[in-house]
């Protein structure tokens, strides 16, 4: 392997490193919504995001709950990054509706869904080529006339 690809190798891995602390980071800033809307037989149906942890998605619903119990209607997990999770990341992501009011003791089971987030392959190593320049070789005649001296190399 070559001083350059090695380098390059370097480079890459730091960058994949920074990545990575970068959406931690961030992911740790962000608090969980809740998103509410009416259910097809009028009652509140909310639904709660949370990145890391699912007890993050517990807190959230209960605290939107009044304290009180809710009912987990659907759960999933998924790949996201950085600050949300629109593509997949280094950071698994909660997602839960509920609805509030008396439960029936389920537990969500948070069923990963999509892709899972790989690092981008490093680029392939270059190719290296050895060339052998073969030289011929060398003849230089040099002949002296009326004082000027005049040589060819052949």
Not at 35 to 60: A, H, Q
Not at 126 to 136: A, S
Not at 139 to 146: A, D, G, L, M, Q
Request: glycine share 8%; aromatic share 8%; hydrophobic share 30%.
């Amino acid at each position: 392997m070559s001083i350059h690809q090695e380098e390059r190798d370097s480079m890459n891995k730091k960058l994949a490193i920074i990545f990575i602390a970068i959406s931690t980071l961030t992911t740790a800033c962000v608090t969980p919504s809740v998103k509410e809307y009416t259910g097809p037989d009028g009652r509140s149906v909310k639904t709660v995001k949370c990145s890391k942890s699912p007890e993050k998605c517990f807190i959230t619903a209960s605290s939107s709950c009044s304290g009180g119990t809710y009912q987990v209607v659907t759960s999933e997990s998924h790949a996201g990054g950085l600050i949300a999770d629109i593509l997949p990341g280094p950071v698994t992501w909660y997602g839960m509706t509920y609805i509030c009011g008396p439960s029936d003791g389920k537990m969500p089971y948070f069923a990963f869904k999509g892709r899972e987030f790989t690092l981008p392959d490093p680029p392939p190593e270059p190719i290296q080529v050895e060339v052998e320049v073969k030289t011929q070789p060398t003849t230089t005649r040099c002949n002296e006339s009326r004082g000027t001296i005049t040589c060819k190399t052949y």
